[in-house]
């Protein structure tokens, strides 16, 4: 299907864009790669009054590590963080998850800033973000705020993003030295959405488990944080008996929903299986 | 501002300029302002690649990108790549190896794969995997697909030396 009509701004700073969302708030769309917000207006899912196309905003594309940060800008593309070295040194979680996120064609378009404001459940970067600590920089034309990643999720394609709010930066602290982290997931096809995905970072102290995260998508309305597992990973000696006993944590702090490719019960061995994965490379990849 | 507004940009080399809407999408600007009917719609959702064109040397979908948004850009469609008298190396590749048989995917699967050998000249196996693992085909199993585009890799590497 075609989009609904809509007027179309291209504003070319970032103050004339922060003016237009404060001129039409609720009903107007911000428009980054369209990765997301073009298909829902193709099939007529949305139908804002006003996009506010931010692609020729000057400054915004940068991935960069500053004062201890991997700061990554609005219009970074999905393939620039991906191939970003950055990443690798300041975030072995975040490299670890990109080679899922999406295809060549929608990399090239998409921003990572999108992908968080539209927050699908079974999108892997909320995930990282969840697990990494991140700082979303919101602006709007009254001021700047910061959200940390655990109120920024707030449920099924939301956010805790004003309508007139802009998400200029994401920051996210660089991950200390040592930690081992991996991602699993099992989706349709390479690059679709995941049916179920499983990230974790574990460190190792005195030969104990330390300061472990595991974030699953794909399993409710937003990244999830399996505390619970986290707990019972928490000065364990890592093997194969403590990550399947954190495995079987994780699967218990979910109650997935059902859908035509995966139930809950399937979604629910997912989460064991691929728990259970992550850690052990997670801690294979301790130094 | 929902009426319609001239696009300029430049396609296959050529400059050209069209009205469009703001909510018109690349692919039907192409289709239907330029009358460039090679490239392909299928799902318009950014799911199939039969759209897939390439912008400022990029692969995109062009089902998710506004016409208006291409204002000034370069675009590459499957008009530009060859005709039957002189086919690009992956076009002939595709014939002899069956790469095709109704043919609905193949503008966005070989827009999507000179990107690749463009960008990565003498692609392997795997990356030709990956690249083509964006776009569906409902005909050929793929097999002959990834056998094309490394028949057509290793001719343009040997042309190249
Ligand atoms: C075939 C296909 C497969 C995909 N597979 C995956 C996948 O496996 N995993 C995955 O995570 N994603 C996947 N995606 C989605 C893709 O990652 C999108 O790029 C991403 O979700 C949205 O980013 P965008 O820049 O394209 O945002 P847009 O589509 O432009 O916008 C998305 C939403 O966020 C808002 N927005 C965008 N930028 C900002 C900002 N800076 N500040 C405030 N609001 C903003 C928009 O208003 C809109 O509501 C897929 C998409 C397609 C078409
Ligand atoms: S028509 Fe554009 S991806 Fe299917
Ligand atoms: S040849 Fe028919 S869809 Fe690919």
């Known amino acids: 299907m075609k989009p609904p009509p809509f007027d179309y701004h291209c504003p070319e700073t970032l103050d004339e864009a922060l003016a237009l969302l404060a001129e039409h708030g609720e009903a107007a769309k911000v428009l980054a790669g369209g990765q997301s917000l073009v298909p829902m207006l193709n099939l007529r899912a949305v139908h804002p009054e006003v996009l506010i196309d931010i692609n020729r905003l000057p400054g915004l594309d940068h991935v960069r590590i500053e004062d201890g940060e991997l700061r990554i800008g609005a219009l970074a593309r999905h393939r620039a963080v991906l191939e970003s070295p950055a990443v690798r040194e300041a975030s072995p979680l975040m490299a670890a998850a990109y080679p899922y996120v999406s295809h060549g064609p929608i990399r090239n378009r998409g921003t990572l800033c999108g992908n968080l404001c539209h927050n699908d459940p079974a999108s892997e970067m909320p995930a990282v973000a969840l697990a990494s600590d991140a700082e979303m920089m919101l602006q709007s034309a009254s001021g700047a705020r910061t959200v940390g990643a655990e109120e920024f999720f707030t449920g099924t394609l939301s956010t805790a993003a004003g309508a007139d709010e802009l998400l200029v930066e994401v920051r996210v602290p660089q991950a200390p030295a040592g930690q081992g982290a991996a991602f699993h997931e099992v989706s349709p096809r390479k690059g679709d959405f995941a049916y179920v995905a499983v990230g974790a970072v574990v460190s190792l102290s005195g030969g104990a488990c330390s300061g472990a995260r595991i974030v699953c998508a794909g399993v409710g309305d937003g990244p999830h944080r399996a505390r619970a597992a986290e707990d019972a990973l928490e000065g364990a000696a890592p093997g194969e008996g403590a990550f399947r006993q954190a495995a079987a944590a994780a699967a218990d702090s979910i109650d997935p929903g059902e859908d035509f490719h995966a139930d809950a019960d399937y979604r629910r061995d997912l989460v064991r299986s691929l728990t259970r994965r992550a850690l052990a490379d997670a801690a294979s990849r301790c130094h | ?161």
């Not at chain 2, 469009?20 to 690349?26: F, G």
């Not at chain 2, 043919?103 to 690749?116: S, Y």
């Open chain 2, 1 to 161: 501002m929902t009426t319609p507004r001239t696009v300029e940009l430049v396609v296959n080399g050529e400059r050209r300029a069209a009205d469009a809407e703001p909510r018109t999408l690349l692919s039907d600007f192409l289709r239907e302002g330029l009358g460039l009917t090679g490239t392909h719609v299928g799902c318009e959702h950014g799911v199939c690649g039969a759209c897939t064109v390439l912008v400022d040397g990029q692969s995109v979908r062009s089902c998710l990108m506004l016409a208006v948004q291409a204002e000034g850009s370069e675009v590459r469609t499957i008009e530009g790549l060859g005709g039957a008298d002189d086919m690009h190396p992956l076009q002939e590749a595709f014939w002899e190896k069956h790469g095709l048989q109704c043919g609905f995917c193949t503008p966005g699967m070989l827009m999507t794969a000179v990107e690749l050998l463009e960008s990565t000249p003498g692609a392997g196996m795997d990356e030709i995997r990956e690249a083509i693992s964006s776009n569906l085909c409902r005909c050929t199993g793929y097999q002959t697909i990834v056998e094309a585009v490394q028949a057509a890799a290793e001719r343009m590497q040997g042309e190249g030396q």
